[in-house]
């Protein structure tokens, strides 16, 4: 499941792997993916898809989004913003095709 995008590579620079353990996701606990039904739009990057629920995710997609895109060190005002818009326009999904 891709948590966001549009991350710009100076962030992570010559060590992405140094860069992502320094944001604070949460816990595998917190964390749970539910997989609904396998879905299509007429949408490139949505032709074939597994729906995911937004709740058991929003945590991490929201600390990856704040401090991979908005700037923020902790899910602020911007990311709020982005998620709002993320549920209603694209939602979290697995993509198969």
Same mark, same amino acid.
């Given at each position: 499941?891709?948590?966001?995008?549009?991350?710009?590579?100076?962030?992570?620079?010559?060590?992405? =792997?140094?860069?992502?353990?320094?944001?604070?996701?949460?816990?595998?606990?917190?964390?749970?993916?539910?997989?609904?039904?396998?879905?299509? =739009?007429?949408?490139?990057?949505?032709?074939?898809?597994?729906?995911?629920?937004?709740?058991?995710?929003?945590?991490?997609?929201?600390?990856?989004?704040?401090?991979?895109?908005?700037?923020?060190?902790?899910?602020?005002?911007?990311?709020?913003?982005?998620?709002?818009?993320?549920?209603?326009?694209?939602?979290?999904?697995?993509?198969?095709?």
């Amino acid at each position: 499941m891709t948590l966001t995008s549009e991350i710009a590579p100076s962030l992570y620079g010559t060590d992405p =792997q140094r860069w992502l353990d320094g944001i604070p996701f949460p816990s595998g606990r917190e964390v749970r993916v539910r997989f609904g039904g396998v879905a299509s =739009q007429d949408v490139f990057y949505r032709r074939c898809f597994v729906r995911v629920g937004v709740e058991g995710v929003r945590g991490v997609v929201a600390i990856a989004r704040a401090r991979g895109v908005s700037g923020e060190e902790e899910v602020g005002g911007r990311t709020g913003e982005w998620l709002e818009w993320w549920v209603e326009s694209y939602g979290p999904h697995v993509s198969l095709m």
